[in-house]
C-alpha cells in the first residue's frame, strides 16, 4: 500500500515535471523570439553591441556612459564612427564582458571608458546584475564566467529556457506592444529630457552634506574583484593596442565624491589609468562648465540632452586632438 | 542554509528521501544530522553554542521533573532560564549594551575597560533559545513530561525546517511528533509541496522584489522626499510579510511532507481590523509565547486597569528587545505597546459595525486602513539602520516633492506594483472566500496542474533569485 502510494505519487511529480519542462521551454522559445526581435530599448542596443557593433569608437560604462554621449556629435567632430555600448545600471563588470565579445569580433581604433568611482566600491548589485547576460550564454559561451558572478548555480539554472528572461518580461511588453512610443536611441545613446533647479540642487546639497556626515566614518577600501575588473578592461585594450580614454564625466557638485566618501577610489582609477601607455585620463567632475549648472542635468547623477550635448562636443575635440 | 538556494533544494530531496526511506528507529538520527549538517551551513562553530544549551535544558528538564521541592524546582527551572538567556545575552546584546555603558562614561569623561566582543550572532538564536525556554517552563508546570531520549530532545531544539526563524514551537506539540511513526502520505506530501512551493512565491516574487526599492530608500534615507519614503514604508510592510511568512509556509510545508504538523504563525496581518486583530494574526508563535511566559504570569487582563495596560507595555517592549539590540527595535517595539495600549482604553468607546451591509464594508476597510497605517509607520523604526536614520526618514515625509523616485527603472517599480496587486487578491479571495477558486486542490487535472505549473513559471519569470536571505534570520 505505502509503495503504490510512493509510485503513484513518484510518477505523478514525473509527469508533472515532463509538462513544466515543456511549457518552460514553450514559453521560453516565445520569449527568446521576442527578446532578439526587439527593435527599440536596451535589450535590443545590448544585442547590438554584443553581436553587431563595429564602430571606429566604442563607448563602454553604465547610464552615464548612455547618457553622456552622443555618437552623432563625437562622429561629426572626429570624423570616426561611433556607438555607445553603455547600459542603465551596469558598472565595470559589465563593460568589461561586453568589451571582451567586441573585440573578439572587432578591434575599434579607440575605447571610451565611462567610469565612476562608486564602481569601485564594495556594492555586490553590480555583480548580480550580471544576469542580464544571460539571454546571450548560448551563444557567447565567454560570458559563462560573467554571469558565475551572480551565483555558484547560474550556469545550471539555464537548463530552464525561461530563466534567461527572468525580470525582462515589463520591457519586452511594453517595447514591443509600444514601440513608438519607446524613445529610439542615437547609437545607442538616450539623451534625458528636462532640467534640474537650483532649488532642487541646493536641496541636494544639503542631503549630501548631512549624507557626508554619517558616512564618512566608513573607511571601506575600494573592492579588489572590481578594481581587477578594471585592470582586465585596460588589459585586453593594451592588448589589442587600441588607445582608450578613461572618462570620469560630470557631475553637479564639484566635491560630489568628497561628499560621497569616494575620493579613494577616484584616485584608485586615476593611478591605474596611468599605468598603461596607450591610456588617457580625464576627470570632468570639477569642470565649473558643468558643476553647479542645474539647466545641463536631469538629475543629480546625469547630466540632460543640453549637457550631454555640451559635453560630447568637449570630448570629441579631445579625440580629435589625440588621434 | 538559506531555503531560497539550490543547496537547499538538494539538501531537502535527500533529507526527505533518507527519512521516508531509513527505519523508524533511525529516523530521528537523520532528522538531527541534517538538522546540524543545515545549521553548521552559515557558521559551523556555533553548533557549540546550541550543543551547550540543549545539555542544560536536557538535564535542567528531568531534574525538574525529579524534584518535588517546590523552591529547589524552581531554582532550577531559574539556573536553566539564566542559562538560555546568558548565552542570548552575551551574543546578542553585550556589545549594545557595553556601547551604551562607553557613550554614558564618555559623558562623563570615564573611560569604559570592558572591550567589546568581536562575535557574530549566531542565525535564529532567539528563536531556539525562547523554543527551548517554553520547554524546561513547560515541564516545572506540569504540562509536558521531561524527554528522557537526549537525542529526540535535541530534535526538538534543532528540527530544521523551523530552526533558524520559527514557528517558535511548544513541547506539546513537536516531541510527541518526532517519536511518531511517520509514513509516506500522498496527501501530506502533495499539500506540503504547494505550501513550500506558495512560500517561494511570496520569497522570490514578493518579498525580494519589493526588497529592491526598499533597500534603495531606505539605504540613503536622507536623499528621499515623502512621497518616495511613503511608498517604501509601504513596500517594507508587505515585503516582511511575505520574507516571514513565505519562510514559515516553506518551514511548515516542508515538514508537512515528512509528516509534522508545525503551527501557524500568520493569518492575513493586513487584513486586521484592530491592532489587537493584527497581533493576533501575526508572528502568532512569538504572541502566544509572549502571552504564555510573560503577560499570564505578570497578572495579564486580570490584574487592575493601570497594572493591566503596564503588562501589555512590557509584553511588547521585550518583543522589541527580542528582535534586536539596536534602539529602532525597541522604539518598534513600544510603538505598538502604546498602540495596543490606546486600543484597550478607547475599545468600549468605538462604535460598533452598522448592520447596514455596504456600511459595514466601509467601517471594516477603514479601520483596517488605519490598522495598516499605525503598523507601517512603525516598521519605519524596525527597517531604519540607527534611530537618526528613522527620524530624518520620518521628517523627510513631510517634503513631498513633484516626482517620487521609482527606484531601478520602470520595470521593477511596475513588477513591485504586480506583486502586491496579486498578493492582495489571493489574500482577499483566502479571508472571504476560502471554499472558492481553490485550483491547487482543483479535482480537475488540468486546472491543477496548470494553476501550478503557472506558479513555477510565474517564479521563474518574475523572481528575484539573488535576494538574500530571510529578514528574521538575523533575529
Same mark, same amino acid.
Given at each position: 500500500?505505502?509503495?503504490?502510494?510512493?509510485?503513484?505519487?513518484?510518477?505523478?511529480?514525473?509527469?508533472?515535471?515532463?509538462?513544466?519542462?515543456?511549457?518552460?521551454?514553450?514559453?521560453?522559445?516565445?520569449?527568446?523570439?521576442?527578446?532578439?526581435?526587439?527593435?527599440?530599448?536596451?535589450?535590443?542596443?545590448?544585442?547590438?553591441?554584443?553581436?553587431?557593433?563595429?564602430?571606429?569608437?566604442?563607448?563602454?560604462?553604465?547610464?552615464?556612459?548612455?547618457?553622456?554621449?552622443?555618437?552623432?556629435?563625437?562622429?561629426?567632430?572626429?570624423?570616426?564612427?561611433?556607438?555607445?555600448?553603455?547600459?542603465?545600471?551596469?558598472?565595470?563588470?559589465?563593460?568589461?564582458?561586453?568589451?571582451?565579445?567586441?573585440?573578439?569580433?572587432?578591434?575599434?581604433?579607440?575605447?571610451?571608458?565611462?567610469?565612476?568611482?562608486?564602481?569601485?566600491?564594495?556594492?555586490?548589485?553590480?555583480?548580480?546584475?550580471?544576469?542580464?547576460?544571460?539571454?546571450?550564454?548560448?551563444?557567447?559561451?565567454?560570458?559563462?564566467?560573467?554571469?558565475?558572478?551572480?551565483?555558484?548555480?547560474?550556469?545550471?539554472?539555464?537548463?530552464?529556457?525561461?530563466?534567461? @528572461?527572468?525580470?525582462?518580461?515589463?520591457?519586452?511588453?511594453?517595447?514591443?506592444?509600444?514601440?513608438?512610443?519607446?524613445?529610439?536611441?542615437?547609437?545607442?545613446?538616450?539623451?534625458?529630457?528636462?532640467?534640474?533647479?537650483?532649488?532642487?540642487?541646493?536641496?541636494?546639497?544639503?542631503?549630501?552634506?548631512?549624507?557626508?556626515?554619517?558616512?564618512?566614518?566608513?573607511?571601506?577600501?575600494?573592492?579588489?574583484?572590481?578594481?581587477? @575588473?578594471?585592470?582586465?578592461?585596460?588589459?585586453?585594450?593594451?592588448?589589442?593596442?587600441?588607445?582608450?580614454?578613461?572618462?570620469?564625466?560630470?557631475?553637479?557638485?564639484?566635491?560630489?565624491?568628497?561628499?560621497?566618501?569616494?575620493?579613494?577610489?577616484?584616485?584608485?582609477?586615476?593611478?591605474?589609468?596611468?599605468?598603461?601607455?596607450?591610456?588617457t585620463f580625464l576627470d570632468f567632475s570639477t569642470d565649473p562648465r558643468f558643476n553647479y549648472h542645474p539647466e545641463k542635468f536631469a538629475d543629480v547623477f546625469h547630466l540632460n540632452k543640453q549637457g550631454s550635448e555640451e559635453f560630447s562636443t568637449i570630448i570629441a575635440q579631445q579625440i580629435k586632438a589625440n588621434l | 542554509m538559506l531555503f531560497n538556494s539550490i543547496d537547499f533544494i538538494f539538501f531537502y530531496i535527500i533529507v526527505t528521501i533518507l527519512y521516508f526511506v531509513v527505519p523508524h528507529k533511525l529516523k530521528w538520527v537523520i532528522l538531527l544530522a541534517?538538522?546540524?549538517?543545515?545549521?553548521?551551513?552559515?557558521?559551523?562553530?556555533?553548533?557549540?553554542?546550541?550543543?551547550?544549551?540543549?545539555?542544560?535544558?536536557?538535564?535542567?528538564?528531568?531534574?525538574?521533573?525529579?524534584?518535588?521541592?517546590?523552591?529547589?524546582?524552581?531554582?532550577?527551572?531559574?539556573?536553566?532560564?539564566?542559562?538560555?538567556?546568558?548565552?542570548?545575552?552575551?551574543?546578542?546584546?553585550?556589545?549594545?549594551?557595553?556601547?551604551?555603558?562607553?557613550?554614558?562614561?564618555?559623558?562623563?569623561?570615564?573611560?569604559? +575597560?570592558?572591550?567589546?566582543?568581536?562575535?557574530?550572532?549566531?542565525?535564529?538564536?532567539?528563536?531556539?533559545?525562547?523554543?527551548?525556554?517554553?520547554?524546561?517552563?513547560?515541564?516545572?508546570?506540569?504540562?509536558?513530561?521531561?524527554?528522557?531520549?537526549?537525542?529526540?530532545?535535541? #530534535?526538538?531544539?534543532?528540527?530544521?525546517?523551523?530552526?533558524?526563524?520559527?514557528?517558535?514551537?511548544? +513541547?506539546?506539540?513537536? #516531541?510527541?511528533?518526532?517519536?511518531?511513526?511517520?509514513?509516506?502520505?500522498?496527501?501530506?506530501?502533495?499539500?506540503?509541496?504547494?505550501?513550500?512551493?506558495?512560500?517561494?512565491?511570496?520569497?522570490?516574487?514578493?518579498?525580494?522584489?519589493?526588497?529592491?526599492?526598499?533597500?534603495?530608500?531606505?539605504?540613503?534615507?536622507?536623499?528621499?522626499?515623502?512621497?518616495?519614503?511613503?511608498?517604501?514604508?509601504?513596500?517594507?510592510?508587505?515585503?516582511?510579510?511575505?520574507?516571514?511568512?513565505?519562510?514559515?509556509?516553506?518551514?511548515?510545508?516542508?515538514?508537512?511532507?515528512?509528516?509534522?504538523?508545525?503551527?501557524?504563525?500568520?493569518?492575513?496581518?493586513?487584513?486586521?481590523?484592530?491592532?489587537?486583530?493584527?497581533?493576533?494574526?501575526?508572528?502568532?508563535?512569538?504572541?502566544?509565547?509572549?502571552?504564555?511566559?510573560?503577560?499570564? +504570569?505578570?497578572?495579564?487582563?486580570?490584574?487592575?486597569?493601570?497594572?493591566?495596560?503596564?503588562?501589555?507595555?512590557?509584553?511588547?517592549?521585550?518583543?522589541?528587545?527580542?528582535?534586536?539590540?539596536?534602539?529602532?527595535?525597541?522604539?518598534?517595539?513600544?510603538?505598538?505597546?502604546?498602540?495596543?495600549?490606546?486600543?484597550?482604553?478607547?475599545?468600549?468607546?468605538?462604535?460598533?459595525?452598522?448592520?447596514?451591509?455596504?456600511?459595514?464594508?466601509?467601517?471594516?476597510?477603514?479601520?483596517?486602513?488605519?490598522?495598516?497605517?499605525?503598523?507601517?509607520?512603525?516598521?519605519?523604526?524596525?527597517?531604519?539602520?540607527?534611530?537618526?536614520?528613522?527620524?530624518?526618514?520620518?521628517?523627510?515625509?513631510?517634503?513631498?516633492?513633484?516626482?517620487?523616485?521609482?527606484?531601478?527603472?520602470?520595470?521593477?517599480?511596475?513588477?513591485?506594483?504586480?506583486?502586491?496587486?496579486?498578493?492582495?487578491?489571493?489574500?482577499?479571495?483566502?479571508?472571504?472566500?476560502?471554499?472558492?477558486?481553490?485550483?491547487?486542490?482543483? +479535482?480537475?487535472?488540468?486546472?491543477?496542474?496548470?494553476s501550478l505549473a503557472f506558479t513555477i513559471l510565474w517564479i521563474i519569470v518574475f523572481g528575484v533569485f539573488n535576494g538574500g536571505q530571510f529578514i528574521y534570520f538575523q533575529f
Amino acid at each position: 500500500m505505502k509503495n503504490n502510494l510512493v509510485i503513484r505519487f513518484l510518477i505523478r511529480l514525473a509527469a508533472f515535471s515532463l509538462v513544466l519542462i515543456a511549457v518552460d521551454r514553450l514559453v521560453g522559445f516565445a520569449l527568446k523570439k521576442i527578446y532578439f526581435n526587439q527593435r527599440v530599448g536596451q535589450f535590443s542596443q545590448t544585442t547590438y553591441a554584443i553581436d553587431s557593433a563595429r564602430q571606429d569608437i566604442m563607448i563602454f560604462g553604465s547610464s552615464r556612459a548612455v547618457r553622456h554621449y552622443s555618437p552623432t556629435i563625437i562622429s561629426g567632430i572626429s570624423g570616426l564612427s561611433c556607438y555607445d555600448s553603455g547600459r542603465d545600471g551596469l558598472m565595470i563588470p559589465y563593460s568589461t564582458a561586453i568589451e571582451e565579445i567586441s573585440l573578439s569580433r572587432h578591434i575599434p581604433k579607440l575605447i571610451l571608458l565611462d567610469i565612476s568611482p562608486r564602481e569601485l566600491g564594495i556594492d555586490k548589485t553590480k555583480y548580480e546584475k550580471l544576469s542580464i547576460l544571460l539571454p546571450y550564454c548560448e551563444e557567447h559561451q565567454q560570458f559563462i564566467k560573467y554571469i558565475k558572478e551572480v551565483s555558484r548555480y547560474e550556469p545550471e539554472k539555464l537548463f530552464s529556457k525561461t530563466y534567461p @528572461y527572468n525580470s525582462s518580461a515589463f520591457i519586452l511588453a511594453n517595447n514591443s506592444l509600444f514601440s513608438k512610443s519607446v524613445e529610439k536611441d542615437d547609437n545607442g545613446y538616450l539623451p534625458l529630457r528636462g532640467a534640474m533647479t537650483k532649488p532642487e540642487v541646493e536641496d541636494y546639497i544639503k542631503r549630501m552634506t548631512v549624507r557626508s556626515k554619517r558616512i564618512r566614518q566608513n573607511t571601506e577600501l575600494a573592492e579588489a574583484k572590481a578594481v581587477n @575588473y578594471l585592470k582586465q578592461f585596460l588589459d585586453n585594450a593594451a592588448k589589442n593596442k587600441i588607445k582608450t580614454m578613461v572618462i570620469i564625466s560630470p557631475t553637479i557638485l564639484n566635491n560630489a565624491f568628497y561628499l560621497d566618501n569616494q575620493t579613494l577610489e577616484r584616485d584608485l582609477i586615476e593611478k591605474i589609468a596611468g599605468e598603461y601607455p596607450n591610456v588617457t585620463f580625464l576627470d570632468f567632475s570639477t569642470d565649473p562648465r558643468f558643476n553647479y549648472h542645474p539647466e545641463k542635468f536631469a538629475d543629480v547623477f546625469h547630466l540632460n540632452k543640453q549637457g550631454s550635448e555640451e559635453f560630447s562636443t568637449i570630448i570629441a575635440q579631445q579625440i580629435k586632438a589625440n588621434l | 542554509m538559506l531555503f531560497n538556494s539550490i543547496d537547499f533544494i538538494f539538501f531537502y530531496i535527500i533529507v526527505t528521501i533518507l527519512y521516508f526511506v531509513v527505519p523508524h528507529k533511525l529516523k530521528w538520527v537523520i532528522l538531527l544530522a541534517a538538522s546540524c549538517y543545515f545549521y553548521m551551513a552559515f557558521v559551523p562553530i556555533y553548533i557549540l553554542i546550541l550543543g551547550f544549551t540543549i545539555v542544560i535544558d536536557y538535564f535542567a528538564g528531568i531534574y525538574i521533573e525529579n524534584e518535588h521541592n517546590p523552591r529547589r524546582r524552581k531554582l532550577l527551572l531559574t539556573a536553566s532560564l539564566v542559562a538560555n538567556i546568558g548565552i542570548l545575552f552575551v551574543f546578542k546584546y553585550f556589545n549594545f549594551l557595553n556601547l551604551n555603558v562607553d557613550i554614558l562614561l564618555n559623558k562623563f569623561n570615564y573611560h569604559n +575597560p570592558i572591550p567589546y566582543l568581536t562575535i557574530l550572532l549566531p542565525i535564529g538564536l532567539s528563536f531556539h533559545t525562547f523554543q527551548a525556554m517554553s520547554y524546561t517552563i513547560e515541564v516545572y508546570r506540569g504540562n509536558q513530561k521531561a524527554e528522557r531520549h537526549f537525542g529526540i530532545y535535541s #530534535l526538538y531544539v534543532m528540527f530544521y525546517p523551523q530552526l533558524v526563524a520559527g514557528p517558535i514551537e511548544r +513541547p506539546q506539540n513537536v #516531541l510527541p511528533q518526532l517519536r511518531i511513526r511517520h509514513k509516506f502520505s500522498y496527501d501530506l506530501m502533495q499539500s506540503g509541496l504547494k505550501m513550500m512551493l506558495w512560500g517561494f512565491f511570496k520569497k522570490l516574487v514578493i518579498a525580494d522584489r519589493l526588497s529592491i526599492f526598499v533597500n534603495s530608500v531606505y539605504n540613503n534615507p536622507d536623499m528621499h522626499n515623502g512621497t518616495t519614503i511613503a511608498i517604501a514604508s509601504f513596500f517594507f510592510a508587505i515585503q516582511i510579510y511575505c520574507d516571514f511568512s513565505g519562510y514559515t509556509d516553506i518551514a511548515i510545508g516542508c515538514a508537512r511532507t515528512m509528516g509534522f504538523d508545525l503551527m501557524r504563525n500568520f493569518n492575513r496581518p493586513y487584513f486586521a481590523s484592530n491592532i489587537q486583530d493584527f497581533w493576533r494574526r501575526w508572528h502568532i508563535s512569538l504572541s502566544t509565547w509572549f502571552r504564555d511566559y510573560v503577560y499570564i +504570569p505578570l497578572g495579564g487582563s486580570k490584574v487592575s486597569g493601570k497594572r493591566r495596560y503596564l503588562n501589555l507595555f512590557i509584553v511588547f517592549l521585550l518583543s522589541g528587545v527580542w528582535h534586536g539590540a539596536n534602539y529602532t527595535y525597541i522604539v518598534w517595539g513600544m510603538l505598538h505597546g502604546l498602540y495596543s495600549v490606546v486600543y484597550v482604553l478607547i475599545k468600549p468607546y468605538l462604535r460598533k459595525t452598522p448592520e447596514n451591509k455596504i456600511a459595514g464594508a466601509l467601517m471594516r476597510m477603514g479601520n483596517i486602513a488605519l490598522t495598516i497605517s499605525l503598523v507601517t509607520f512603525a516598521w519605519i523604526f524596525f527597517r531604519a539602520a540607527s534611530l537618526h536614520d528613522a527620524f530624518t526618514l520620518i521628517r523627510n515625509l513631510k517634503s513631498f516633492g513633484a516626482r517620487p523616485f521609482i527606484g531601478d527603472g520602470v520595470s521593477n517599480f511596475a513588477q513591485s506594483v504586480l506583486a502586491i496587486v496579486l498578493l492582495f487578491i489571493l489574500e482577499y479571495k483566502i479571508e472571504y472566500y476560502p471554499e472558492k477558486f481553490n485550483f491547487f486542490s482543483s +479535482p480537475n487535472v488540468i486546472l491543477r496542474w496548470g494553476s501550478l505549473a503557472f506558479t513555477i513559471l510565474w517564479i521563474i519569470v518574475f523572481g528575484v533569485f539573488n535576494g538574500g536571505q530571510f529578514i528574521y534570520f538575523q533575529f
